[in-house]
């Protein structure tokens, strides 16, 4: 029951933070409702026995991710959003499209499921469903070791080309 | 005890509030905050079917999911930067030319 309880809570501010993300004009304040959805999601996670995934999600999303996207607001001093006419459009017609197709997508879900029940204490009792971080540490350097070490090539790939992306042009050397 | 489709529920709204920043926000930084939530609600229901189906590869899916994420973040982030050097906006409804 209070797992139930803290689910909906957490729920309930994942939901909240979303909605207000669409809602706010100022990308700021967008930024800062996701790093409130983020947060909820890691204690939703620690309901589904994933520690080692909740961790991360707070240091890599709402830390990392999340200050990279501020600094970058910031930086570039992004205004309040304008309207335009196709952002009209795609109010009349997104909006209710995309609820519509959420509210289908729920109602299959909960119709067509015959929904078992997952209790946190079972989850981190079952060394198959508790996600330590020794668990998955080792899952990653055995089973996951080349996707893992192709993740650490794609990585210094995308450093490469955030920073060649990001300075600024040389036209100097361009002319000579 | 918590049903297993109370998650996939949330991770649908998740996903549903990403596509709809996506379609309706015109600031390119909050379209792409919008994609990075979609990737949440995505994660959400991998970490839920991982618990389901007592398989800790989908936990490991999500760390991966992550890993793409920062670095799809730093590229894409650059991306925009470059961007409002040459255009100095960040409307995507006047970013409509692939050349200056």
Avoid at chain 1, 116 to 139: C, R
Wanted: some cysteine; aromatic content about 8%; hydrophobic content about 60%.
């Amino acid at each position: 029951m209070l797992h139930l309880l803290l689910f909906l809570i957490f729920g309930a501010i994942c939901v909240a933070g979303a909605v207000n993300l669409l809602v706010q004009r100022h990308p700021i304040q967008s930024a800062l409702s996701l790093i409130v959805v983020m947060a909820a999601l890691a204690g939703e996670y620690l309901l589904l026995g994933a520690e080692f995934v909740a961790a991360v999600q707070v240091i890599v999303y709402a830390g990392a991710i999340m200050v990279l996207f501020v600094f970058v607001i910031m930086l570039l001093n992004a205004a309040e959003e304008e309207h335009t006419a196709g952002s009209r459009v795609a109010m009349i017609l997104g909006v209710p499209g995309v609820t519509v197709l959420g509210l289908l997508v729920a109602w299959m879900v909960v119709q067509h499921s015959n929904s078992p029940s997952v209790s946190p204490a079972a989850l981190y009792a079952d060394p198959t469903t508790h996600g330590a971080p020794a668990t998955i540490g080792t899952l990653l350097f055995s089973e996951f070791l080349l996707p893992f070490e192709i993740t650490s090539v794609l990585i210094l790939i995308a450093i490469m080309g955030a920073v060649v992306l990001a300075q600024k042009p040389q036209h100097g050397k361009e002319e000579k | 005890m918590i049903p297993l489709s109370y998650y996939l529920v949330l991770s649908a709204i998740l996903f549903a509030c990403g596509v709809t920043g996506f379609l309706i926000k015109r600031n390119i930084i909050t379209i792409f905050m919008s994609i990075e939530l979609m990737l949440n609600g995505v994660n959400l229901s991998f970490v839920a079917f991982a618990a389901q189906w007592h398989a800790l590869s989908g936990q490991v899916f999500v760390f991966f999911v992550m890993v793409v994420a920062a670095a799809e973040a730093a590229v894409g982030l650059a991306i925009i930067i470059s961007v409002y050097r040459t255009r100095e906006t960040l409307n995507v409804d006047r970013v409509n030319l692939l050349k200056l």
